[in-house]
């Protein structure tokens, strides 16, 4: 071939691919999840009836927490979210016909949930968790739609966003979905775990299991935060469950077995989600959201769902839940006659007993209505020590639990003690009651200092 030839060639690929990348980017191949039987609107009777179900629906995707502001008006939009490129902001999902989703047919409704696309075929964001938001049934789309209708309409217009989001983008979101929203089945897509396990589609364990996928796996997005996120942050769903980080907190490994490691059982899970409070410890963070707004909000059955989903591994049920090692110990032991020979070890006693134990307890079996124990406790017991120096570091401001449960505020103590001194604390009480090896810096402790 003549250089000439070869550079004719080379033009005639560049432009197919050009042309192909044009497709993509004007959506030809984005396919929709929606069946043309939602183009027929619900009649007002139909409407009435799903109220109550899509009430449910919007507390389980906890729709009202992405799309109010905390103090603001509800479902008004507003949130910032921040990411690398810019900031975007949830919108206003009240009845309002101008400012809101007012004007939205039953089928636009179906297309924002499951495709991903905003009425008039403006791609959303993925930070609209439809990714995730999609498994939920074109029954319970319905739902939503008709509740939705009957919130307040309120004439909030959207705040604009910053940065790359000011672009016309949206079209590079067909990029985005062909490669990160692939999967467009329902649960039935799960790997359901063998026979003689609750997922094997035979009693009411079974029955269990299949509704806390659905709830989890669906509705519940929790996978936005506990799954890793790949370089486009595209949901990594090879790594489910595995934990990551998010808004400087660690979402932590949910999977079955290290649930059961840290001494989760059905009932202590249910009660987590349902309370927001358990022996495993509370929630706080991005997760006290989830439990204050959604899952406190189900039937206590949805709940018991999610955790019997959780709860079971790949194989069945999940081993028996572990008693931590590391809690027995101190209960046998207790604070005061197990000192470390270790001076750095030492240190951190004097400061745990100091600084923490007038709440958590000498020997960290915590107050009720007080503070919650720290033998036992999951933030402990994690292999990673994050959040364990961020609440220490920051606190967790006051929060009301479901059924009158309140404690006091955890103190950040980022004045009162250095690096070293968060650091030595850290590795002895992770040691104590968490059965971690002492393995945190003062280097990495100034590292999470707010600067
Ligand atoms: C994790 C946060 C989050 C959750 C949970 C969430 N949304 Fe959204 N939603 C967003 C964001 C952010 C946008 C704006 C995306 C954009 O601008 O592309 C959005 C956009 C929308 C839109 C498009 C509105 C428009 O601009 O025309 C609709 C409809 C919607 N959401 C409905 C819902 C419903 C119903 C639920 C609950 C089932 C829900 N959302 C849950 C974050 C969320
Ligand atoms: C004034 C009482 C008080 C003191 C002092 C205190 N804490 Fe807390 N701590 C709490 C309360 C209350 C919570 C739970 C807050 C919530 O979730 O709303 C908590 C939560 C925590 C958590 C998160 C685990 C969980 O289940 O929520 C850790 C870790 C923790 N404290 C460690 C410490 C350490 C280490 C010290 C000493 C440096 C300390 N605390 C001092 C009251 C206190
Ligand atoms: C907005 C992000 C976010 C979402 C969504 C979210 N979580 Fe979490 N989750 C966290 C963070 C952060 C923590 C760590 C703080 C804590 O323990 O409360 C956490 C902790 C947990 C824990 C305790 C784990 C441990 O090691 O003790 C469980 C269980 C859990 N989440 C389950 C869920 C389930 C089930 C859902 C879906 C219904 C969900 N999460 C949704 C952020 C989130």
Redesign the pocket.
Known sequence: MTSHRMRRALWAVLLLLALLMLAVYLGFFRSSSVGADVEQPLSVDDMRQLLPRGREMAA?A?CFGCHSTPQGPLAAGGVAIGTPFGTLHSTNITPDPVHGIGRYTRADFHRALRDGVARGGRNLYPAMPYVFLHRITPGDADALYAYLQTIPPLAVPNQPNTGVYVLPVRGAMNFWNLLNFPKREGIEGLAAPPAGGPGDGVGEQSALWTRGAY??EG????????TPMNFMMGTNFSRHFE?AV??G??????RAA??AR?G?TVDT?TR??RT?V?P????????????HA??SELKAQDVQA??TY?LTGADGWAAAPAAVDAGARAKEGGVNTDTPTTPGLAAGRLQYISACAGCHGMAGEGIPHVAPAMQG???L??SDAL?FIKVVLEGIPTQAFADNERMYAMPGFAEQLSDEQIAQLSNWARGQWGGQSADISAKTVGRLRKK
């Open positions: 389980a906890d709830l989890v509705a519940g997005h929790c996978a936005a935060c506990h934990g998010i808004d907190l660690q979402a932590p490994d949910i290290t649930l840290q989760y899970l987590f989600l927001g358990s495993q410890g509370t929630s706080f963070g991005g997760m006290y959201t989830v439990t959604s899952t999610m955790a959780l406790n999951a933030a017991n994690n959040n």
